[in-house]
């Protein structure tokens, strides 16, 4: 049984070259791939979601983990089957219109696939249209919408009013996050949820799509 205490720990820690090798250590022992990605480098991810929650890490320790975590993913990704690996869902996920913060949104992003959801990252400044274009695209679950100023939250309301004047309101979740936002603007603008940090949002795309 091999141990993938060291790999876990790697990711925590963020340290790349510590996972790759590790990683490598894992493929030549012959480990299931998907058991390697699922317990080794997931299993680390997962503690770092929950330290980040308990302001126990803070941002760029987590886009470190991240950054190692999908490093040590590339190695495994040629051995899949089909080389895909499980897609929980896909998330479309952009800041909106106006607003051009991106570290909140890539954070997020990075755990959704740390989690195994297919994430579509649009980047920032991104209009209604532009986010109704990718769900068809790519076929998209959830959408995640992402705004940092007061001035640009109203860009989420319009955003989920072109998807109800496009008739796919009822086959899409829509969740927002960002400083200004709240779950009661959530309610006003008739979102499907708000998530207040990237492990809630993780656990709030889940719990949509299970249900």
Do not use: W
Not at 80 to 106: C, F, P, W, Y
């Amino acid at each position: 049984m091999f141990d993938f205490s060291g790999l876990s720990n790697a990711v925590i820690e963020g340290d790349s070259d510590q996972v790759q090798t590790k990683v490598n250590e894992a493929i030549s022992a012959r480990v299931d791939p998907l058991v390697i990605i699922n317990q080794g480098l997931i299993g680390g991810m997962n503690v770092v979601g929950q330290r980040f929650k308990v302001n126990d890490m803070f941002v760029p320790e987590v886009l470190m983990s991240a950054r190692a975590m999908n490093d040590g993913i590339e190695l495994v990704k040629p051995l899949l089957a089909g080389g895909e690996m499980t897609n929980r869902g896909t998330v479309i996920i952009g800041t909106v219109k106006g607003d051009l913060h991106d570290i909140g949104k890539s954070l997020v992003g990075m755990m959704l696939e740390c989690s195994g959801f297919k994430v579509v990252d649009l980047g920032v400044d991104i209009s209604p249209e532009e986010f109704i274009q990718a769900i068809k695209e790519n076929d998209g679950k959830v959408l995640a919408l992402s705004a940092l100023l007061t001035t640009t939250m109203l860009s989420m309301k319009s955003t989920i009013e072109e998807c109800v004047a496009q008739g796919m309101r009822n086959d899409i979740k829509v969740i927002i996050g960002g400083a200004p936002i709240s779950q009661e603007f959530s309610d006003q603008i008739g979102a499907d949820g708000y998530a207040g940090d990237a492990a809630a949002a993780v656990e709030l795309v889940a719990k949509l799509l299970a249900s």
